[in-house]
């Protein structure tokens, strides 16, 4: 059974920098597409940042292209997301999410990690 240890968040001031890591374990990322979703209170989850593992093809939304950049560690079973000019509007809990080949639903989530954005 796959399961997602996400770490990394925290705090930053606007125009900052974070990293966000998601580690599979009980299973590989293999086949499966990663995704980064957030939440803030009141409003819908919506996704940031996915990525394919077998083909390496990313998604990204618009409120985050060109700042966020998504990648693969194959060594390590992870996804990186890397958070560049930070806004406060990018303040959310943080979930990593992966879907199975042939799925069309994340199925399996993290535990969620908080990034909150000073101006």
């Known amino acids: 059974q796959l399961q997602l240890v996400e770490s990394g968040g925290g705090l930053a001031q606007a125009g900052g920098s974070l990293r966000l890591s998601c580690a599979a374990s009980g299973s590989t990322f293999d086949g499966f597409a990663v995704g980064w979703f957030r939440q803030v209170p009141g409003k819908e989850r919506e996704i940031v940042a996915s990525?394919?593992?077998?083909?390496?093809?990313?998604y990204y939304s618009d409120s985050v292209k060109g700042r966020f950049t998504i990648s693969r560690i194959d060594a390590e079973n992870s996804v990186h997301m890397e958070m560049n000019s930070l806004q406060p509007e990018d303040t959310a809990v943080y979930y990593c999410?992966?879907?199975?080949?042939?799925?069309?639903?994340?199925?399996?989530w993290g535990q969620g990690t908080q990034v909150t954005v000073s101006s």
């Open positions: 990525i394919s593992w077998k083909t390496g093809g990313t």
């Open positions: 999410a992966a879907r199975a080949p042939r799925k069309f639903d994340y199925e399996y």
